[in-house]
């Protein structure tokens, strides 16, 4: 059993080139409880929610209300670890309105929040209204027009340079890769002072987050860069079948 203590920013950034930093979402009150036992540093409540949990096509049916309930359940589950809290589509429109939404985050229960994008002023206005904020670049899914990779030709890469740059220089504390190919990450990791949290990215990140939906194997389709480490699917559709059995045979007891 692992006594967590919920990391502070400068804990977190001081992992950089040290120790790779395991990061899982969450999104209810059981599997955060499970993931805080298990020693998981930091929880993503992400707007992955939408399509993972609520069925969606996109993440940008999710709501600031779906995500205050959401965060709120992991708190619960998860009192000792550090939470980040997704901002969802539009709620960072404006520096104005991305303060007053982060603030219903972290009264939810978020510790610092994530936004997708070069969003510099927003940034730079959440830092000195004291919200620390994770970038999130390559992939976007807020905005993407589909879930390719990429990053791959010199002008994407270096565009992603660029704002990788910018948006450590904003305050980011943390930076999400997403689905960028894993040289142009490598070799961001080297090149910005903030470490950098790869999905789909490859190795040479200094943490790495992973969907906990595709991690235990609950749902359809799983992204070709997550890995499977359990089919909980399986489970859940095996027992269900067994139970009807049981109640439809006159077999049930529910004291066996
Ligand atoms: O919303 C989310 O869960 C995310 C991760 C995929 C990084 O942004």
Redesign the pocket.
Known sequence: MHINKKLTIEELQSKKGMTPIAIL?AYTYPISKELEAAGIPLI?V????GMVEMGYNS?QEVTMNDMVYHISAVRRGAPNTHIIG?LPYLSDSSPALALENSQRLLDAGADSI?L?GPKYDVVEFLLKNGVYVVG?LGLT?QTAQNFKQVGKDEDEANQIKLQADALVKAGVFLL?L?HIPSDLASELTHNVSVPTIG?GAGQEVDGQ?L?INDVIGVGEKWPPFSKQYAHVGKTVREAAAIFKHEVETKVFDPYQ
Not at 46 to 49: K, P, R, S
Request: zero cysteines; aromatic letters at 0%; proline letters at 6%.
């Open positions: 979402t993503l992400g707007d992955t929610l993440t997704d994530k997708e999130h899914p999400v997403e999905i987050v969907v």
